[in-house]
Nanobody
């Protein structure tokens, strides 16, 4: 079972990046992105059901980030627009075979599979 995350990089403030998460070895129902900035705890960013029926975002990224999936490519994306220096972090893809309800999508405890992380650095 694996979640392969990629797409991080170094960009200037205001730029865009798209992160990808490719699952393998298992069928997942709910996907999420978390991030961990230097010296801080890991925090929730966004989540979605594979069906696309439910999505959730943390307040600081709502309207700038979009979580989506491509069925044909079996890939989950995090499109990040209008990036800010405070978005700098290692971004992790996480997933679970369970359908997580909206109110619990933010919780790390709901996800039992994690990718290796991809670094996003936003310069001012």
């Amino acid at each position: 079972v694996q979640l392969q995350a990629s797409g991080g990089g170094l960009v200037q403030a205001g730029a865009s990046l798209r992160l990808s998460c490719v699952p393998s070895g298992r069928t997942f129902n709910t996907f999420s992105w978390f991030r961990q900035a230097p010296g801080k705890e890991r925090e929730f960013v966004a989540a979605m059901r594979w069906s696309g029926s439910t999505t959730r975002y943390t307040d600081s990224v709502r309207g700038r980030f979009t979580i989506s999936r491509d069925n044909a490519k079996n890939t989950v994306f995090l499109q990040m627009n209008r990036l800010r220096p405070e978005d700098t972090a290692v971004y992790y893809c996480a997933a679970t075979p369970r359908g997580i309800i909206y109110s619990q999508m933010w919780s790390e405890k709901e996800y039992d599979n994690w990718g290796q992380g991809t670094l996003v650095t936003v310069s001012s």
